[in-house]
């Protein structure tokens, strides 16, 4: 619209300008030919005056008054003579003299009409007379307030060195006037082809105008008076990435404010919040309403500031949280949950980043809602993984499949039980690690369908195989409502079998809810299933996880193994977590078994399980006990 | 659009009213002329010309009247007949002429030039004075 208008703008100032130019010229034709013409006719005037001049001197030698006084044949023959100069153009002709008083009186007059009587006082209405008479040199007039007449020409008639009279020529207005009539209509033309541009211009932006309008009607939410879908879909044509910060809006259990308070409720509070946010952005930002209770705020980006984008995510979180809605007299507490893409330009479009938002905003809900959620490096479109929508692909054509860890009891060298080890399949036929696509997916949809998935193939081959099966999950699984309450559904589905599962969980993650996931895991034990805790003895390693986390089984971590026969330390390390466990009546596997040397000292050290690479790789199938160490 | 349209009815309204009112170069010249022979006193004149006559009565102080022995002064334009002891103002050299014993001035057109013109010794007769300001206009004889 902005282009259109300058369009229009620069349209209207060349057609004005060309108009203004075309004027200018016309008069300056105009002015140009009446020039040329007054020269032309004034050195006619000048040579008449000069012919009057000489035949008044073949008559008149001492005193032109008093002799023509005396002559009054004289005066009608020379009256006769000026009376043969009168033209269309040279209106009046006559020769005045100055009495002792100064005034202008005729002496002769060879007008056809209006013709003055000898000796008759004339109103000649201009200084110069008197300076003609003075300087006895001819002089122009030009007889601007005058209806009738265009130009005077005054040449003194001069006797003896005095100025005896002047021989006065009216030049007709009719000359310049036929000019101005011939260049009238061009005027006129310009005058109307500038009219009639000027009201195309108007219905064509009063057009322009409705267009806008109609098209800015199309793009308004009426509920929420904000910008719709339609909306974004142009203004992602003309984003440019580098200008704007993204924010998405999910208002928190806003299903719940529709089933208590009705769906008027709902609607209400859709308006205040749009509002609220409207309120708190500024003008260059682009509010929209992106689904039911979702908004995209673009917040155009400030150089000095880059965090602009969380202030503003941050304050809006702020305000409505502390906002009460009123309804019908019901009062309403909201929160807000928000997601932030921090660099537009790290995604390939505009659509990823939003998709990076959104995945932002799932991770605030999951931890609790309430909260902006951002990564400051947008990271995943930096490392060389996967896309989501292959992984997806590969879920939805079976490609995603399990390998099989046996994980040996240390005494017996028989397999005790499996670990099962997600993996893809890619086009080419080449396995894909969760390394390379778990974080892609992480808190979307995918890895719920993924898990899903994978519950599936486990309790399938448990099934098959009657096999022990452990696998992996986070904790952030155990806390997250879709998924664990997907845990729930899969194991009453087979709760017969349930007991041959065990649940290994990362504990790499922080845990801030432990009373929760107490709860969860103690609910998931009711099946059958035996909770092992992956990795034990690194990272976040702390001995309070058993007051919170009913565990069954603890794996050592694969780091500690590895250098157990070499390190003193991680020997030590290892045999305490032994002892630990046998007094805590918990089960131990060592991982990343990988040389004999390992597992003897993993037999010495009483620990009942392990598995690694020196005992079994992982595969596809379920190796059986005939392939013992 | 229509405002546009009104406003400019208006202005051309205005317009035209405005020239109405406003007197032109000779309604101007009669207006000094009967302000410096009758000062702001109210003049009743006698007009041979219908069309002049309604030009003149738009001047103030001015009432016309269709006696000549009721009226102040007489405006002659086209009578040459006209027997009366009232002052005679003129509109054209001939009459001037004609008049020349008792008519106390003109005004005329001349070549598209205005002319005044004032008779003392008539003025004399009438007991009127012109002032200052238009006694460059008063002729001593004709």
């Given at each position: 619209m902005k282009f259109i208008i300058k369009v229009y703008i620069a349209l209207f100032i060349t057609i004005l300008l060309s108009i203004v130019y075309l004027y200018k010229s016309l008069y300056q034709t105009e002015t140009s030919l009446n020039k040329n013409m007054e020269a032309l006719f004034v050195a006619q005037a000048r040579e008449i005056a000069s012919n009057i001049s000489q035949h008044l001197h073949s008559h008149i030698h001492h005193d032109a008054y008093l002799e023509l006084k005396a002559q009054p044949k004289l005066r009608e023959n020379m009256e006769h003579s000026l009376m043969t100069v009168i033209t269309d153009c040279y209106k009046y002709v006559y020769v005045l003299y100055r009495d002792k008083a100064g005034n202008y009186r005729f002496l002769l007059d060879g007008s056809k009409t209006d013709k003055g009587e000898f000796g008759e006082k004339f109103?000649?209405?201009?200084p110069k007379w008197d300076e003609v008479y003075k300087s006895q040199k001819s002089a122009i007039i030009y007889q601007d307030k005058l209806d009738t007449l265009w130009v005077t020409y005054l040449e003194p008639f001069i006797i003896d060195g005095r100025t005896e009279a002047i021989i006065a020529i009216d030049f007709s207005v009719g000359f310049p006037k036929n000019v101005k009539a011939a260049t009238e209509p061009m005027r006129d033309i310009l005058i109307y082809i500038f009219v009639l541009i000027g009201l195309l211009l108007l219905i064509l932006l009063y057009q322009t105008i409705l267009n806008y309008k109609t098209k800015k009607e199309s793009f308004i939410d009426p509920l929420t008076q904000v910008y719709n879908r339609h909306y974004l879909r142009e203004f992602l044509d003309s984003i440019?990435?580098?200008s704007y910060q993204l924010i998405m809006f999910d208002i928190d259990y806003f299903k719940k404010v529709n089933d208590h308070y009705g769906h008027d409720a709902g609607d209400y509070i859709l308006k205040e919040v749009a509002n609220l946010i409207k309120n708190e952005i500024r003008l260059d930002d682009v509010l929209v309403r992106f689904g039911g209770e979702e908004f995209l705020v673009f917040i155009k980006k400030e150089k000095k500031n880059a965090d602009v984008v969380i202030h503003i995510a941050e304050r809006i979180r702020y305000n409505l949280e502390k906002e009460e809605f009123s309804f019908n007299d019901m009062k309403i507490f909201l929160t807000l949950s928000a997601g932030i893409a921090l660099h537009l330009e790290h995604f390939t479009s505009i659509h990823e980043a939003i998709k990076h938002a959104d995945n932002m905003l799932y991770i605030a809900k999951r931890e609790g809602r309430n909260r902006v959620v951002y990564s400051k490096s947008d990271t995943y479109k930096h490392l060389n993984i996967r896309e989501i929508n292959d992984i997806k692909e590969a879920i939805e054509t079976d490609n995603l499949f399990c390998e099989f860890q046996p994980i040996y009891n240390v005494r017996s060298k028989k397999i005790a039980k499996y670990e099962a080890l997600v993996r893809l399949r890619d086009n080419d036929g080449g396995v894909v690690y969760p390394k390379e696509f778990l974080e892609t997916i992480a808190h979307t949809a995918v890895y719920r369908d993924m898990t899903k998935a994978i519950l599936n193939s486990v309790f399938e081959t448990i099934k098959q195989e009657s096999v022990y099966i452990s696998l992996n999950l986070n904790f952030s699984d155990i806390l997250d409502d879709n998924i664990f309450e997907l845990i729930i559904d899969e194991l009453t589905s087979h709760s017969s079998i349930a007991e041959w599962l065990t649940i290994e969980l990362l504990e790499y993650e922080p845990l801030d809810e432990n009373r929760i996931v107490k709860k969860r895991l103690e609910e998931i034990k009711r099946y059958g299933v035996k909770i092992a805790i992956d990795d034990?003895?690194?990272?976040?390693?702390?001995?309070?996880?058993f007051n919170f986390v009913p565990v069954d089984i603890i794996k050592i971590d694969a780091l500690l193994i590895k250098k157990i026969d070499k390190s003193e330390l991680s020997y030590s390390i290892v045999k305490s977590i032994a002892t630990l466990a046998k007094e805590l009546n918990v089960e131990v596997v060592a991982e990343f078994v990988a040389s004999k040397e390992i597992l003897d000292i993993i037999e010495e050290l009483d620990i009942t399980y392990a598995q690694g690479f020196y005992l079994a790789k992982p595969q596809e199938e379920i190796l059986h006990d005939d392939n013992t160490v | 659009m229509k405002k546009l349209l009104l406003i400019l009815l208006l202005l051309l309204n205005v317009t035209v009213m405005a020239s109405a009112k406003g007197l032109s170069a000779e309604q101007k010249i009669y207006a000094s002329v009967l302000g410096a022979l009758y000062g702001e006193s109210r003049v009743k004149l006698w007009c041979d010309d219908e069309k002049k006559a309604e030009m003149l009565s738009l001047l103030n102080n001015i009432a016309l009247t269709k006696d000549k022995s009721d009226a102040d002064i007489l405006f002659v334009f086209h009578s040459l007949d006209l027997e009366s002891d009232k002052p005679k103002f003129v509109g054209s050299y001939a009459l001037l002429k004609h008049y020349k014993n008792d008519v106390i001035g003109g005004f005329y057109w001349q070549k598209g030039r205005p002319n005044l013109l004032f008779l003392r010794s008539n003025l004399k007769k009438q007991h009127l004075e012109v002032g200052a300001a238009l006694e460059k206009f008063v002729e001593d004889s004709f």
């Open positions: 109103s000649v209405m201009s440019n990435n580098d034990f003895g690194s990272g976040y390693a702390n001995y309070d996880i | -």
